[in-house]
């Protein structure tokens, strides 16, 4: 299946609900805490997927990783699951990864379903410590376009830092947005 192509270009997009394996934390991103929150995630992914491959069950592609940013220092790390995932697989993974000597941060993976409904995305391309630039151009559609940003923004990571060149990174950087309320004019 191609993958699909992303514009530089802000684009509205409708986000239809998406079930996630989640964890949230606190700290720079790259640092301690995050590295420790990736650390758990994939770990979960894989082993529920293998579980069920192993079980005669539907599978699913391990997708990119994905960030919710409320503020610089507050994330919940994200990565897409199918909606036959339940909690209590999830819980008895943790269980199963704990007694294998994971980290104790995989108990606080959890499962959540979000719907971001209508969004301004555009692909930024570089470092991710820039990826304020692209921010900025979505900022600057919406207010050029009758939009207002709303919630948290939204990053998918379409490259692997481990293997791509800082100023070829990929990052998909998405918006929740409404329509702007009518200024109002003084009487």
């Given amino acids: 299946m191609p993958r699909p192509h992303f514009s530089q270009k802000p684009v509205l997009v409708d986000i239809p609900s998406t079930h996630y ?15 420790d929150a990736i ?7 894989y082993t529920i ?3 069920r491959k192993s079980g005669g069950q539907e599978t699913f592609p391990v997708a990119p990783l994905e960030g919710i940013y409320t503020a610089i220092t507050d994330w919940q790390l994200l990565l897409p699951v199918p909606p036959a ?7 008895q993974t943790a269980g199963k990864l704990l007694a294998k000597g994971k980290p104790e941060s995989i108990q606080r993976v959890d499962l959540v379903t979000r ?3 209508r969004c301004l995305q555009a692909l930024h391309v570089g ?3 820039q990826v304020a630039k692209t921010i900025a151009v979505l900022k600057e559609y919406a207010d050029a376009n009758g939009l207002e940003l709303i919630g948290p923004h939204h990053e998918i990571y379409l490259s692997d830092p481990r293997r791509t060149a800082p100023e070829r990174l990929k990052t998909l950087v ?3 947005v409404r329509s702007a309320a009518p200024a109002t004019r003084p009487s």
């Avoid at 394996?21 to 590295?35: D, M, R, S, T, V």
């Avoid at 650390?39 to 992914?45: E, I, R």
């Fill in 115 to 117: 719907k971001e409904g």
């Fill in 39 to 45: 650390s758990a995630l994939y770990p979960m992914a």
């Fill in 174 to 176: 998405r918006y929740p």
């Fill in 85 to 91: 995932i339940r909690k209590s697989e999830v819980r």
């Fill in 21 to 35: 394996l989640a964890i949230a934390g606190h700290g720079q991103p790259g640092g301690p805490e995050f590295q």
């Fill in 127 to 129: 470092p991710y410590d």
């Fill in 49 to 51: 997927k293998m579980t």
